[in-house]
């Protein structure tokens, strides 16, 4: 293990800390204000665990529902997006791609930890040459059946889509946004994994470290800004919903 100096983990274990409230804090909110949008009750807590007390400001701003007992009085059942400004409807759409993506590499960094013989599955070494861009080849395909799944359970209920043509409409809504957050992440943990790291603490940090989970929280947030002009893209031309 690489020697790693004593404010940088008391700093990534501050940070996890934050993002643990905040990811507490949204998931029992969630169950007091359910969402009108359900697959919202799982994107929210997640996006916390990058996002932190931050998200849990966008999430009582624009997320969190006090209007059940409005729509029970006129019976609406609009999904709320219409009051929404562009930039608001674009910032929920990014962090709904980006809730998948967090929850993969959970998955897939752990995995792989414990199992270091998946990554002969995701290229190494036939294909790369380094174990990491395995992982990214991973991570990447299960950000996609995950983000993909997330879409598709937003985009049946708005839309009123046969079963087909939801994942259809799933996979054109989250391939590229996906991708763009993607770029955004990877590029940032390649350049502390390979570059930083190796250079002040003379090698790669691991998932047992708080330090590496900084680090992908950091990556998160660089992942959601590159997928943020994407999402515009994608919701402007009608591929992807408001929400």
């Known amino acids: 293990m690489v020697p790693i100096p004593y404010w940088l ?3 990534a274990w501050t940070s996890l800390l934050l993002a643990g409230i905040s990811f507490i804090y949204i998931a029992l909110d969630v169950t007091k204000h359910p969402q009108k949008m359900k697959i919202m009750t799982i994107v929210w807590p997640l996006t916390a665990l990058f996002g932190s007390f931050i998200w849990v400001l966008a999430y009582k701003k624009w997320g969190e529902n006090h209007s059940s007992e409005k729509m029970k009085m006129d019976g609406s059942m609009n999904m709320g997006s219409s009051n929404k400004s562009m930039a608001v409807s674009v910032f929920i759409g990014t962090c709904h791609c980006g809730a998948g993506c967090s929850l993969a590499d959970l998955i897939i960094e752990w995995l792989l930890y414990f199992f270091p013989v998946l990554y002969v599955v995701g290229g190494y070494p036939a294909i790369f ?6 992982g990214f080849v991973l991570a990447f395909i299960f950000a996609l059946i995950i983000g993909v799944s997330f879409q598709y359970f937003a985009i049946v209920p708005m839309k009123h889509l046969s079963r087909k043509e939801g ?3 799933a996979i054109k809504a989250d391939t590229l946004s996906l991708s763009c957050w993607q770029i955004g992440m990877y590029a940032t943990v390649a350049l502390c994994q390979l570059s930083l790291f190796p250079h002040f603490f003379g090698g790669e940090v691991l998932p047992t470290t708080p330090v590496f989970w900084l680090m992908m929280q950091v990556a998160m947030l660089v992942g959601f800004c590159t997928a ?6 994608l919701i402007k031309t009608g591929i ?3 929400m």
């Open 240 to 242: 992807k919903e408001k």
């Open 167 to 169: 994942i259809i409409a």
């Open 129 to 134: 040459s380094h174990k990491l861009f395995s």
């Open 9 to 11: 983990t008391v700093l």
């Open 228 to 233: 943020y002009p994407m999402n515009w893209w």
